[in-house]
């Protein structure tokens, strides 16, 4: 069923946005410049309402365009278990009887964050409970016939019946339509199984920013990583086939050095040697240092005539959160060394900072490319 042929829903008087814990400010500060209409409502840690006043329009599709937001939805209402009686399937009950949830294409639950990534054993992701609120919902009579995929990513463009269970007896219920990539996964976070064993986190991050940037690195092409060991990130782009340089006085795990497609320079990024890097395709940085001397060093590699990389990755630590008010001006700085698309998120699994895409040519991107092949089709 495609959208058009959909009743429409008229936005609604509030907005719901989630985002990492800790990144609340951040977010009210980003949607008061974007959106000084925008009244904010509500708040719990990772969980924000804003209200719309009715003489402030925003798209019924709207996109916030911002780096703190994870996913953000029009918010409906909210349903909440008052008592012991009140079951699951009394949530449910209330849920459904919105018009979202009668015209949706997909139905995603999530849980809100309950501490900050990599705490306490805690990573993004859909939780078991998440799920199984979900299989309720799609499972749920009046539901049931309609076959509506839960917690699936969702087709570009289509109706999403959003759940986020503030508490587990707390349920805020809103929708979205999926125009962006991060739109299409549930809650904002890709499908990564974080459970299994890596080198690093930076593993994870690095596969989070290129599902999200539409960037798909290919079998030998040469990337390279400032800030590499111990070797999490290099590992993934290994697995990926990729040749990889590592940039890092400090030393790797020997599953990456060893690997033969591996070359550690074990030095400083601004000693790096720019002719040595002059076949690297893709550039990465994940220096824990200030933003501001991630950007030089890359600025310093990419300005050199020896090198012509397609695209840099970088993860830019807010060591300070003053920094989150500089982001325009880092996608700024990044944009005048050439790169034509530059975008900033706060991934999932990032931490305590951002990622920062910028690529020459945005035909680069897996996702452009693809738009522009649906949008040549009758
Ligand atoms: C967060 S860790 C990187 C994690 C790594 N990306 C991974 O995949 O496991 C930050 C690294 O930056 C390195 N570092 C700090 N200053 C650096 C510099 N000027 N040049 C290169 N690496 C640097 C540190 O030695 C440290 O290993």
Same mark, same amino acid.
């Given at each position: 069923m495609s959208t058009e042929n959909q009743p429409l829903l008229e936005p609604t008087e509030f907005l719901f946005v989630c985002c990492q814990r800790g990144s609340e400010k951040a977010v009210k500060s980003e949607i008061a410049a974007a959106w000084p209409g925008l009244k904010f409502a509500f708040s719990r840690p990772g969980f924000l309402t804003f209200k719309r006043p009715p003489d402030t329009s925003l798209p019924l599709k709207f996109s916030l365009a911002s780096t703190f937001a994870r996913n953000s939805g029009w918010s409906v209402g909210k349903s909440v278990a008052k008592g012991a009686g009140d079951d699951a399937a009394t949530l449910v009950a209330e849920v459904l009887k919105s018009p979202a949830a009668k015209h949706c294409q997909h139905v995603h639950v999530w849980q809100r964050d309950t501490h900050v990534p990599g705490q306490k054993g805690f990573e993004p992701g859909q939780s078991v409970l998440a799920d199984e609120m979900a299989a309720? =919902?799609?499972?749920?009579?009046?539901?049931?016939?309609?076959?509506?995929?839960a917690n699936q990513v969702a087709k570009a463009n289509d109706l999403v019946l959003d759940v986020v269970l503030v508490e587990p007896?707390?349920?805020?219920?809103?929708?979205?339509?999926?125009?962006?990539?991060?739109?299409?996964?549930?809650?904002?976070?890709?499908? =990564?199984?974080a459970s299994v064993e890596v080198i690093s986190r930076a593993y994870f991050k690095l596969d989070e920013a290129l599902r999200w940037a539409g960037i798909k690195i290919k079998?030998?092409?040469?990337?390279?990583? =400032?800030?590499?060991?111990?070797?999490g990130a290099c590992q993934f782009m290994l697995e990926q086939g990729a040749q990889v340089i590592g940039v890092d006085p400090a030393e790797m795990e020997e599953e990456v050095l060893n690997h033969?497609?591996?070359?550690?320079?074990?030095?400083?990024?601004?000693?790096?040697?720019?002719?040595?890097l002059r076949n690297v395709r893709w550039?990465?940085?994940?220096?824990?240092?200030?933003?501001?001397y991630t950007l030089d060093t890359v600025e310093e590699i990419v300005s050199s005539s020896s090198v012509d990389v397609r695209g840099v990755v970088l993860t830019l630590k807010l060591v300070?959160?003053?920094?989150?008010d500089q982001i325009d001006a880092f996608r700024k700085r990044v944009k005048e060394l050439g790169f034509s698309v530059v975008k900033t998120?706060?991934?999932?699994?990032?931490?305590?900072? =951002?990622?920062?895409?910028?690529?020459?040519?945005?035909f680069a991107l897996r996702s452009t490319r693809q738009r522009?092949?649906?949008?040549?089709?009758?």
């Open positions: 309720l =919902i799609v499972g749920a009579p009046g539901m049931v016939n309609r076959k509506v995929p007896n707390e349920w805020w219920f809103g929708f979205h339509y999926a125009t962006t990539t991060a739109g299409r996964w549930p809650g904002g976070v890709p499908k =990564i199984d079998p030998g092409d040469v990337c390279a990583e =400032i800030g590499s060991a111990p070797g033969e497609n591996f070359t550690h320079m074990r030095r400083r990024g601004n000693e790096v040697r720019k002719k040595d550039l990465m940085a994940d220096v824990n240092a200030a933003p501001t300070d959160m003053k920094f989150a998120r706060q991934l999932a699994f990032n931490r305590g900072e =951002i990622c920062l895409v910028g690529v020459k040519d945005r522009v092949r649906a949008a040549k089709k009758p």
